[in-house]
């Protein structure tokens, strides 16, 4: 009882502390990319790459610099791999193999962060901090940029432009996430995380003995893989390694940076529309969600049944006694919800209910609260299917803001919608069909079958947690999820972005008394309902194969 009580009370501080940060921050997002002023670094980078950031852009120009950026980032990555052999710094670790190195590549830059490699063990000091922490302030960029282009297309109107993708990419890494990550660095080191270039060297064990360890600047890492929702680990124990999550405040900490931007955004969605109210009902939507996972998932790994979880209090299994059950749930919601994929636990080792909630958060689209920018965007899309079902039971055009949602704007919703579950079902598919990828599997039955769900859920959501139990450091695995990572992140943003310029060239449409209100607890339950039912729908039958299966057997 004292560790359920436990971990309510850290809960409770949680949500007290990022009710403390969601005003100011979400405040200071919105001045930020509603500014007309340029500082002068930014205008340094600027001149540096030859972007104009006064130039406003329609979506098609907005996507093209999305893509090439993007694009050009997986190269650089790509190359920085594969020559780190030849490279000071790299700690005497050879050259990365072409399929990790074209999956990792694509894995940050889709802000997955998905590791068929230890880190402690292949990357070495350029690779982590040059190559993977970067991608870790950028990729996040990119996400709140493209947001941010959605939520001016519904507070623009008959202009056809979305802002310069430059100038919010920029933006959003000096103004925002570089102050962040620096305070949370500070804090993180203060509790004990390391950070410094030490290279391989011995460390004295309780037992006796030594062990072999290298050291790294993952304090700055570990704060940006939070605060970014990115979650790639320094070491392949990720948020679980004393280096990298070192105590109980830590562990509270780095939940609370991986909430913090997903949840403030939807402040910023409100002060851009100019109705706080808006941002209010999207708020709701996505922490009714999250409060019911995390309470899902303590009241699942708290009632394990059985002699072993009796004595343990629970499903203790694959989890630090550092943080206990409650903190384990806490985060594992968290990472899940949001495209973060850090983990300080083994999801595989959770209940069979358990590892099918983490399933379920991402396969919801993590937009409770989700990734920095994606989860607000992916919110809003099911705000607009959300209204047009409302439509559809009233017998009248449905309206979201003043823009009304025709054909063009349902059918971008629809599709949006459809990709990430026809990537993630069809590579799934042809794994179990196929006997290659079936050997990579360390358990069979219902088991093995959530580990390939799991997989390439987390790869097409662009989550980049693992259920463990897979060996994924193969060419199928490398190349397919590193496919299904790149598809997953870039074609909702294609439907995003187009969807933007089509609403901002729509002329307001005035409420009138049949107008469906969109800042009302009615509209907020119809949307919870909207995004279980239509996930539900989608995925049911994978999940009742493997977690539910599992669980229902137990």
């Known amino acids: 009882m004292s560790s359920q009580i436990a ?5 409770l501080a949680l949500i007290g502390a990022l009710a403390l940060a969601y005003r100011p921050l979400g405040d200071y997002m919105a001045r930020v990319y509603s500014s007309q002023k340029h500082y002068a670094p930014e205008r340094w980078i600027y001149r540096a790459i030859g972007a104009d950031p ?8 907005y996507l093209r610099g999305v893509l090439a950026f993007s694009a050009v980032s997986v190269l650089f990555l790509y190359g920085l791999q594969r020559l780190q052999g030849g490279m000071p710094g790299s700690l005497g670790f050879v ?3 072409p399929d990790q190195a074209f999956n990792t590549a694509a894995s940050f830059v889709a802000n997955t962060n998905w590791q068929s490699y230890y880190g402690e063990q292949a990357m070495g000091h350029v690779v982590q901090t040059g190559g993977l922490a970067v991608q870790n302030f950028v990729s996040a960029a990119v996400g709140i940029a493209v947001a941010v282009a959605l939520v001016r297309g519904f507070a623009r109107s008959r202009t056809g432009e979305l802002g310069n993708f430059w100038a919010d990419l920029v933006r959003g890494v000096v103004r925002i996430l570089l102050p962040l990550a620096v305070i949370g660095a500070l804090v993180l080191v203060a509790c004990g995380v390391i950070q410094n270039f030490a290279g391989i060297h011995e460390v004295g064990q309780f037992t006796g003995g030594t062990q072999q360890w290298n050291g790294g600047a993952v304090a700055s890492q570990e ?3 939070e605060l970014g929702t990115n979650g790639g680990g320094y070491f392949n124990a990720n948020s679980a390694h004393p280096f990298e999550n070192p105590t109980p405040f830590s562990n509270l900490f780095e939940i609370f940076l991986i909430l913090l931007i997903p949840f403030a955004l939807t402040r910023t969605f409100g002060r851009m529309v100019g109705s706080l109210r808006q941002g209010y009902a999207i708020l709701a939507t996505m922490g009714i969600i999250w409060i019911a996972f995390t309470a899902l998932m303590m009241w699942t790994e708290f009632a394990g049944r059985g002699p072993a979880f009796e004595v343990a209090g629970g499903a203790m ?3 630090e006694t550092r943080f206990g059950i409650g903190a384990s749930s806490i985060f594992a919601v968290a990472t899940t919800l949001t495209s973060t994929g850090a983990v300080n636990s083994f999801h595989s080792s959770y209940t069979g209910f358990g590892g099918g909630i983490t399933m379920l958060g991402m396969q919801l689209g993590e937009i409770a609260p989700g990734g920095v920018g994606s989860g607000l965007y992916g919110m809003l899309i099911m705000a607009i299917i959300a ?6 039971m009233v017998g009248r055009t449905p309206e979201y803001l003043g823009k009304k949602i025709g054909t063009r704007e349902i059918k971008l919703a629809a599709c949006y919608i459809l990709v990430t579950p026809a990537l993630v079902l069809c590579f799934t598919a042809a794994a179990m069909a196929l006997p290659t990828p079936a050997d990579s599997m360390t358990n069979s039955g219902a088991h093995g079958f959530s580990e390939i769900l799991y997989a390439y859920t987390s790869g097409a959501n662009n989550n980049g947690s693992a259920f463990a139990g897979l060996n994924a450091d193969t060419q199928w695995f490398n190349s397919t999820i590193g496919i299904a990572m790149l598809l997953g992140r870039f074609l909702p943003m294609v439907f995003v972005l187009a969807l933007a310029g089509s609403l901002t060239e729509q002329k307001p449409v005035p409420e009138t008394a049949g107008t469906l209100r969109t800042d009302k607890p009615l509209y907020a339950g119809l949307l919870v309902g909207t995004i279980v039912i239509i996930t539900g729908l989608t995925y049911f039958p994978a999940l009742a194969l493997g977690p539910l299966a599992e669980g229902l057997a137990a």
């Open 223 to 225: 704060v940006i893989k």
């Open 95 to 97: 050259s990365i193999d």
């Open 387 to 392: 209204v047009f079902i409302a439509g559809l």
């Open 317 to 319: 299994e694959g989890k």
């Open 54 to 61: 006064a130039v406003e852009m329609h979506w098609p120009a």
């Open 7 to 11: 971990g309510l009370l850290q809960l």
